[in-house]
Nanobody, 126 residues
Framework: QVQLVESGGGLVQPGGSLRLSCVASGSTMRRYVMAWFRQAPGKEREFVAAVRRTGDNTYYGDSVKGRFTISKDNAANTVYLQMNSLKPEDTAVYYC???????????????????WGQGTQVTVSS
């Protein structure tokens, strides 16, 4: 079992940056593929990014490629999402997710993750 707690959300102007953090407890993060998803009001939960257990490979949704960066610090049991060039359409609740059994072809599938954080709100507005 792993517990996930996100932080770092807030209000930012278009073009600005934010860094989200997700701290894991109860188990070492080395065992898990870690991912970020987001959900805007009235929309389905959308894949944002994922990082493999060792932290050496990363994957992104098309809407955030080139703007967002996921990274993992296994020693600190923390995964980060650096978000740059933010747009109003990035406004959503951002969730951290983890799974120890997931395969590569399922990284973007929200139903494949067993563990979720409570979410942190990101609002991009002038």
């Amino acid at each position: 079992q792993v517990q996930l707690v996100e932080s770092g959300g807030g209000l930012v102007q278009p073009g600005g940056s934010l860094r989200l953090s997700c701290v894991a407890s109860g188990s070492t993060m080395r065992r898990y593929v870690m991912a970020w998803f987001r959900q805007a009001p009235g929309k389905e939960r959308e894949f944002v990014a994922a990082v493999r257990r060792t932290g050496d490979n990363t994957y992104y949704g098309d809407s955030v490629k080139g703007r967002f960066t996921i990274s993992k610090d296994n020693a600190a049991n923390t995964v980060y999402l650096q978000m740059n060039s933010l747009k109003p359409e990035d406004t959503a609740v951002y969730y951290c997710a983890a799974d120890s059994q997931i395969i590569l072809s399922s990284y973007s599938n929200r139903d494949a993750y067993d563990y979720w954080g409570q979410g942190t709100q990101v609002t991009v507005s002038s």
